[in-house]
Nanobody, 124 residues
């Protein structure tokens, strides 16, 4: 298993949640890790991505200032810290890995590896 996401749950509006994505050593060292989310009504939506080897990160406008991506170098885990959550953040969240260039990070088909989804529900 290359990627494994976890940490979803139920949280109230304004609350915080941290998602985890356990990655293989190869991915952890070389690839950009992205986060996407999907609801039954919508296509998979880009949330954020970060490459530590390239020193770059990107966030969707809808989450800028509220979400951040970090990692644990010992555990090979990438985190998505989500603060000030809103009901519209409710979705299944996925982590994924790509060696594509930064301009392609918002495109789901760019990613070679995907973790299973984890459900985040934000109650109003």
């Amino acid at each position: 298993v290359q990627l494994q996401a976890s940490g979803g749950g139920l949280v109230q509006t304004g609350g915080s949640l941290r998602l985890s994505c356990a990655a293989s050593v190869r991915i952890f060292r070389n690839d950009a890790v992205g986060w996407f989310r999907q609801t039954p009504e919508n296509q998979r939506e880009f949330v954020a991505a970060k490459s530590w080897s390239r020193g770059s990160e990107d966030y969707a406008d809808s989450v800028k200032g509220r979400f951040s991506v970090s990692r644990d170098n010992v555990k090979n885990i990438v985190y998505l810290q989500m603060n000030s959550l809103k009901p519209e953040d409710t979705a299944v969240y996925y982590c994924a890995a790509t060696n594509g260039i930064r301009s392609t990070w918002p495109i789901a088909s760019t990613y070679d590896y995907w973790g299973q989804g984890t459900l985040v529900t934000v109650s109003s």
